[in-house]
């Protein structure tokens, strides 16, 4: 899987032709799933822009009820009605800017699920965190409580997002990804069984066409969440293909 966050960029006329061009220039590839995050307010459109193609739709956020007197959020009910199959869940830019909580999460997991999104769940350390040696204590309790209450998981993508790696250019080298991967695929298991062979386990932060490749080649490597990368069609194409050649 290859999905692009496009976070709060694009307008109208880009965020339709940046989808078209994706969906011209990727028509060939049969493998593995494609799907585009624009801003709320661009859905609609680049929905219809894809239709009919293999593009599937996410939404970068969303609220954990239905509908209610909750001014500025936007319900599970809305994306579905927009065309969203996939759902951004825990974004560290979330996380950090508007003090998004493991118990939201958690909240807002449980209610994509039921409302039939699935969730693209992202977690990750920052540097400091890191420098401690607490990477994996960090993450690990972040998918648990996360996953709390959760019994069936096949439904699920988490992406492994370093904060320190989010927009800096700076990228975790393959195997430092690769540990990280591993150690929750391996969490999975324990509690889920098997399914966390088809557990889909992202890689986010500073992924460009040159180094997807050596991380895609990493066992536990099933993708990529792609932001900057993402907003050129050229670039975003060239990390798809190279990612369909691997898998
Ligand atoms: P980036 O963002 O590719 O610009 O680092 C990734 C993300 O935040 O999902």
Known sequence: MVAGNWKMNTAQDEAKALAKYIVVNTQDIKNGE????????????????????HIKLSA?????????AYTGEISPIMLKDAGCQYVIIGHSERRKYFNETDENINLKLKKA?????????CVGETLEEREKDITEFVVGIQI?????????????????????????GKNATPEEAEEVHFFIREMIRKKYGNTADKLLILY?????????????????IDGALVGGAS??????VGIIKKVAEKR
Do not use: R
């Open 34 to 53: 494609v799907v585009l995050s624009p801003p709320f307010v661009y859905l609609f459109a680049v929905s219809d822009a894809i239709k009919g193609s």
């Open 60 to 68: 970068q956020n969303m609220y954990f009820e239905d509908k209610g």
């Open 113 to 121: 699920l039921s409302t039939g999104l699935k969730p693209i769940l």
């Open 144 to 168: 648990k409580k996360a996953l709390y209450g959760i019994q069936d998981i096949s439904n699920i993508v988490i992406a492994y997002e370093p904060v320190w790696a989010i927009g800096t």
């Open 204 to 220: 986010g932060g500073s992924v460009t066409v040159d180094n997807i490749g050596s991380l895609i080649e990493m066992k536990d």
């Open 231 to 236: 907003l050129k069609g050229e670039s975003f």
